[in-house]
């Protein structure tokens, strides 16, 4: 196991640059998420961890040791990738065993780790059959028990359930976080998808355009996010945002009064006003909205309604726990706490309070 820094990190490909001055440190142990939209840097970021892009400027330090110049060989890493990248000529044991045999490990060293990982994994059915005699879930298992035989300081995970159906995503996010708290090893994360960031993490680092926009825990961006690209980005559905100005301690947004937490804002300041869709709720008074469609998921109940009238009307999304009686086209009143509401800037997006 090892920490992980890195120091002003840049990134070039000619004269468009890609990373721009990127700096945090991992603890020895932890499970980092980098999340983002596609284009963001992540990936490009993993790759110079594994020394598989060269850095244009700055440090990359694993276990106290500058690596910049190290092969991917020698940095005792593990990669798995979203492609999985087994040898389909190899059954699973010489798959995951391969790596030691490049390192001429001796054959007891070798089975011994193979029969470590394959327990771990539950890959012990699996271990004589090819990649092709595999499904999606269990090729990945074997990338991930390649990974685990190499007994690395660093674990690195690029996008590896993309290609996973959603049940399966799902088991997969158990098992890998359920592999973690059993190894220990650092590892970084890579992933677009939010909610893997949110279940798995220790802390997610959120990445936009190159740049770190926020580093938290799961809770801490869902709760307090630092900004309105990271309160849109964290979250699922999405937040409701609207577009308002502060008035008489209350925010004036689609011909409606918002509540407002006590001190927030400046009179006449324009704000971004923020609501988890969560936190909406209906009742007998408040915004009234125009419920547009209704999607019941069993213990939860989706409502897409329209507030304002005219050019000034804006779509928000409500979620409740159990069921409604609200029929598309009839009228709701939507109401909220005051301390749950997100309030950002409308030049700069920073949050305010």
């Given at each position: 196991?090892?920490a992980v820094?890195?120091?002003?990190?840049?990134?070039a490909?000619?004269?468009?640059?890609?990373?721009?001055?990127?700096?945090?440190?991992?603890?020895?142990?932890?499970?980092?998420?980098?999340?983002?939209?596609s284009g963001?840097?992540?990936s490009?970021?993993?790759?110079?961890?594994?020394?598989?892009?060269?850095?244009?400027?700055?440090?990359?330090?694993?276990?106290?040791?500058?690596?910049?110049?190290?092969?991917?060989?020698?940095?005792?890493?593990?990669m798995?990738f979203?492609s999985?990248?087994?040898?389909?000529?190899?059954?699973?044991?010489?798959?995951?065993?391969?790596?030691?045999?490049?390192?001429?490990?001796?054959?007891s060293?070798?089975?011994?780790?193979?029969?470590?990982?394959?327990?771990?994994?539950?890959?012990?059915?699996?271990?004589?059959?090819?990649?092709?005699?595999?499904?999606?879930g269990q090729?990945?298992r074997?990338?991930?028990?390649?990974?685990i035989?190499?007994?690395?300081?660093?674990?690195?995970?690029?996008?590896?359930?993309?290609?996973?159906?959603?049940?399966?995503?799902?088991?997969?996010?158990?098992?890998?976080?359920?592999?973690?708290?059993?190894?220990?090893t650092?590892?970084?994360?890579?992933?677009?998808?939010?909610?893997?960031?949110?279940?798995?993490?220790?802390?997610?680092?959120?990445?936009?355009?190159?740049?770190?926009?926020?580093i938290?825990?799961?809770?801490e961006?869902f709760?307090?996010?630092?900004?309105?690209?990271?309160?849109?980005?964290?979250?699922?559905?999405?937040?409701?945002?609207?577009?308002?100005?502060?008035?008489?301690?209350?925010?004036?947004?689609?011909?409606?009064?918002?509540?407002?937490?006590v001190?927030?804002?400046?009179?006449?300041?324009?704000?971004?006003?923020?609501?988890?869709?969560t936190?909406?709720?209906?009742?007998?008074?408040?915004?009234?909205?125009?419920?547009?469609?209704?999607?019941p998921?069993?213990?939860?109940?989706?409502?897409?309604?329209?507030?304002?009238?005219?050019?000034?009307?804006?779509?928000?999304?409500?979620?409740?726990?159990?069921?409604?009686?609200?029929?598309?086209?009839?009228?709701?009143?939507?109401?909220?706490?005051?301390?749950?509401?997100?309030?950002?800037?409308?030049?700069?997006?920073?949050?305010?309070?």
């Amino acid at each position: 196991m090892a920490a992980v820094s890195f120091k002003n990190i840049q990134k070039a490909y000619g004269k468009v640059k890609v990373i721009h001055g990127l700096g945090f440190d991992i603890a020895d142990g932890e499970f980092v998420v980098l999340v983002g939209p596609s284009g963001c840097g992540k990936s490009t970021l993993l790759r110079m961890l594994a020394g598989l892009e060269e850095i244009t400027d700055g440090e990359i330090f694993i276990d106290g040791k500058v690596v910049n110049d190290l092969e991917s060989k020698d940095r005792d890493i593990a990669m798995v990738f979203q492609s999985y990248a087994l040898y389909p000529h190899m059954t699973v044991r010489e798959n995951m065993g391969f790596s030691l045999r490049l390192r001429k490990a001796d054959r007891s060293t070798l089975s011994e780790r193979v029969a470590k990982a394959s327990r771990i994994l539950n890959l012990d059915p699996l271990l004589d059959r090819f990649p092709r005699e595999l499904s999606g879930g269990q090729r990945q298992r074997v990338a991930m028990g390649r990974a685990i035989v190499r007994d690395p300081k660093v674990f690195l995970f690029d996008e590896p359930l993309s290609n996973l159906d959603a049940k399966l995503r799902v088991a997969m996010r158990a098992e890998i976080k359920s592999l973690h708290q059993r190894l220990k090893t650092t590892t970084v994360y890579v992933t677009h998808d939010q909610i893997e960031a949110m279940t798995m993490a220790d802390r997610i680092v959120v990445m936009h355009d190159g740049i770190v926009e926020q580093i938290g825990t799961p809770l801490e961006l869902f709760d307090k996010p630092g900004n309105l690209f990271v309160a849109q980005f964290i979250g699922s559905p999405s937040m409701n945002v609207l577009r308002g100005s502060v008035r008489g301690g209350h925010v004036e947004a689609l011909g409606a009064r918002w509540p407002l937490p006590v001190g927030v804002g400046r009179e006449g300041q324009e704000v971004h006003y923020g609501i988890r869709p969560t936190d909406l709720t209906l009742s007998d008074q408040g915004v009234p909205a125009r419920v547009v469609v209704v999607e019941p998921t069993g213990a939860e109940t989706e409502l897409l309604v329209e507030v304002g009238s005219g050019d000034a009307t804006q779509s928000l999304v409500v979620v409740m726990h159990g069921r409604t009686a609200a029929q598309p086209e009839s009228t709701v009143f939507l109401s909220l706490d005051a301390d749950k509401v997100h309030v950002f800037d409308a030049q700069g997006g920073a949050r305010l309070g």
